[in-house]
């Protein structure tokens, strides 16, 4: 069926009425109205403001001149908090001072009246002449910092803690020690003979804890380390063996350049050759001719440097050198003019050889005669 809503004639002050038809039936419906949800506020008790601030202190005023100056006002019995925060004071003329300030935390109304009536507007005069009057005012944020105390949990358990249960015992024994010393002056024994004692019963005991603790061995590991062994030992006397031969190599190479060298001495190096060739024969004997040679060498240096000694005179000086003879000029070389009309013809390039034989070259379609001696009928 069809449901068809009109709306009614009414007035414009009153609220719009909806008519509705529903199976031939009409049905009048009013619209509800709308309420805004107003948001629930706590509601605030009432309270004093009882915590104060105190500003526009002098930046350098130490804080005791401060609380000697509020000493009428302040003490324990109508304050529970108090707190100064000393300013800075610039040392350039570009930045201001920051001046000081306290807080003060009052029980009772009364006393904050008594204290701003007392110190507000009070003056501070430093050496320099410059003076700050203070200003008292309610403190904005009107709660307390609260000191949070925890508890440690291992307070008055040091007794059933274990590292201070062995420290304990270490005490006693450092005691028991001290006392057995005491007793053993009856032994007559030395210091040295008592610490020889007991290094030898510390050293006693070391070695029976470490065999104690030594990995047991079994055959079979036994065998294994022994084969090892003999691997590493063969392995040396091969290594032995190869320097053995190495070394015998290089003495005979050695041996046959030094015969070669005896039997054939250069000419320059005669001499050598010849020293060479003695040591090689004789042994001994080159040695002894090597020697008489460098000391001859020797006294031979030694004469010439006493003849330069010797002739060692001022020289005479040299006779002034005889001006040169100036040259002539040489002549110009005359040339026959030349005619650039006539020029003399350049000689012919003989022809190769191999540019007989060459294929003539085609350049775009045509055909070059081919470069050969031209013969005429």
Do not use: C
């Amino acid at each position: 069926m069809s449901a068809v809503a009109t709306p009614s004639s009414t007035p414009l002050d009153s609220p719009k009425v909806v008519t509705k038809v529903v199976d031939g039936k009409t049905s009048t419906e009013k619209p509800k109205k709308r309420t805004k949800k107003r948001s629930k506020r706590h509601a605030r008790k009432p309270t004093l403001k009882t915590k104060v601030i105190v500003r526009r202190l002098p930046p350098n005023l130490p804080e005791e001149i401060f609380f000697n100056s509020v000493k009428p006002w302040v003490n324990q019995d109508n304050v529970d908090y108090s707190l100064y925060v000393p300013g800075k004071l610039s040392k350039s003329k570009a930045k201001e001072s920051v001046f000081s300030r306290a807080y003060f935390h009052f029980k009772t109304m009364e006393a904050v009246i008594a204290f701003h009536q007392g110190f507000d507007g009070h003056g501070f005069m430093d050496s320099r002449g410059n003076e700050n009057r203070a200003v008292v005012e309610f403190a904005p944020y009107q709660k307390i910092p609260r000191e949070h105390k925890t508890v440690d949990v291992r307070q008055g358990t040091i007794d059933e803690d274990q590292d201070y249960l062995d420290f304990l015992e270490s005490l006693k024994a450092e005691e028991k020690s001290k006392h057995d010393l005491e007793n053993e002056t009856g032994d007559g024994l030395t210091q040295i003979e008592r610490l020889e004692n007991r290094i030898a019963i510390i050293t006693a005991k070391t070695l029976a804890a470490e065999q104690a603790n030594k990995p047991k061995t079994t055959p079979l590991l036994e065998h294994l380390r022994a084969q090892k062994a003999a691997q590493a030992a063969a392995r040396v006397k091969s290594s032995g063996k190869k320097t053995r031969k190495q070394r015998s190599e290089k003495s005979g190479s050695t041996k046959k350049t030094e015969g070669k060298n005896a039997q054939s001495p250069s000419v320059s190096g005669g001499v050598a050759g010849t020293a060479a060739a003695a040591a090689a024969s004789g042994g001994g004997g080159g040695g002894e001719v090597v020697k008489k040679k460098r000391e001859r060498n020797r006294k031979k240096k030694d004469g010439d440097k006493k003849e330069g000694e010797g002739t060692n005179s001022p020289k005479p000086p040299r006779p002034p050198r005889e001006p040169r003879e100036a040259k002539e000029p040489k002549e110009p070389r005359e040339r026959p003019p030349r005619d650039p009309k006539t020029k003399a013809p350049k000689p012919k390039r003989p022809a190769r050889k191999n540019d007989e034989n060459k294929p003539p070259v085609k350049i775009l379609g045509r055909q070059t005669p081919a470069a050969g001696p031209s013969t005429s009928g």
